[in-house]
């Protein structure tokens, strides 16, 4: 198993809303991201994901109990655990939209 230095890791990039895989558990991938300024609404109906915040403030919008909408004031650094294959936008498919995400 290898260790990854999170603030290290992080400092190798400073796009936003771009994750990148740094570990995988148990079907999950374990992504690192960047986060500022309001993101898309979307789903993920069959997937359940976990944002741990490591730097700022992450802000989550509800609707219908599923929608969500994540964002950030300021810039915010959050690892994130969600099945493996779990698109960054949901049922979205926009500019953002990240389909393979790169693995660091």
Do not use: C, Y
Request: charge should be negative.
């Amino acid at each position: 198993m290898d260790k990854v230095n999170l603030a290290e890791t992080l400092s190798r990039f400073s796009d936003h809303w771009h994750p990148r895989i740094v570990g995988e558990l148990n079907g999950q991938h374990v992504k690192l991201v960047r986060v500022h300024g309001p993101f898309v609404w979307h789903r993920h109906a069959e997937a359940d994901e976990l944002f741990l915040v490591l730097a700022g403030t992450l802000d989550i919008e509800l609707r219908d109990g599923v929608d969500h909408r994540p964002g950030a004031r300021e810039e915010a650094r959050v690892l994130v655990f969600e099945p493996a294959g779990t698109s960054n936008t949901g049922n979205v498919r926009e500019s953002r939209t990240v389909e393979r995400p790169e693995r660091l």
